[in-house]
Structure formats: C-alpha cells, structure tokens
C-alpha cells in the first residue's frame, strides 16, 4: 500500500504565498516522477509542475515565474512554493507519483486526496 498525503492549502489573499507538501508513505521502493496538479469545478485537471527524479522540473505556463517545486528524495517528499497568488489560482491542487512499490509490478501512478487552494480578499 502506498499513500500521497498533502497539506498546505488554505485561504490566502490575492498576491500573498502559500506552501504545499506531500509525502509519499507505504511500501515505497522508489519515487520517479512527483508533482502537482490542479482542478476546479466543470474543468480539466491541469498541470502545475512536476519534477523528475534527476531534480529536473517542468511547469504549466499560467504558474511559471509565480510557483516553485522541490523534492527531498530521501524523504519522498515533494513541495510546491506558491508566491503571487491570483484569485484564477483556486482549485484542487493533487499530489501525483510515479511510484514501484512492494508486492506491485511495475510503476503506478499514484494520487493524493487533494487540497483545497483558495485565492481571495
């Protein structure tokens, strides 16, 4: 069993920061790529940013500049810093993993609960 748990979200105002995390825990075996996704209601899931296990990040074009993504891999632990948030940044943010884990052949993708983001005054 392996599980994605975030925390971090909440209720900020326009132009302000927030930091979400997520940690991958279970019978984890190794941790390619992590990264963060967004949706709101009636839309696509979307891409925040992601980064692979060799450190190298990617992000979606609406976040580049604002939005940061670490990872502590020891830790299989994954951060996104939020700086100049917008109010059209409230959504659902998702944690994902590709993750080989004990007993599963293969890498599965994995999904956290979500974590409710909300940008307003």
């Known amino acids: 069993q392996v599980q994605l748990v975030e925390s971090g979200g909440g209720l900020v105002q326009p132009g302000g920061s927030l930091r979400l995390s997520c940690v991958a825990s279970?019978?984890?075996?190794?941790?390619?790529?992590m990264g963060w996704y967004r949706q709101d209601p009636g839309k696509q899931r979307e891409l925040v940013a992601r980064?692979?296990?060799?450190?190298?990040?990617n992000y979606g074009d609406s976040v580049k500049g604002r939005f940061t993504i670490s990872r502590d891999s020891a830790k299989n632990t994954v951060h996104l810093q939020m700086n100049s948030l917008k109010s059209e940044d409230t959504a659902v943010y998702y944690c994902?993993?590709?993750?080989?884990?004990?007993?599963?052949?293969?890498?599965?993708?994995?999904w956290g609960q979500g974590t409710q983001v909300t940008v307003s005054s």
């Open positions: 994902h993993a590709v993750i080989s884990s004990a007993g599963t052949w293969g890498r599965v993708d994995y």
């Open positions: 279970g019978s984890v075996v190794s941790v390619y790529d």
């Open positions: 980064i692979t296990n060799f450190g190298s990040p």
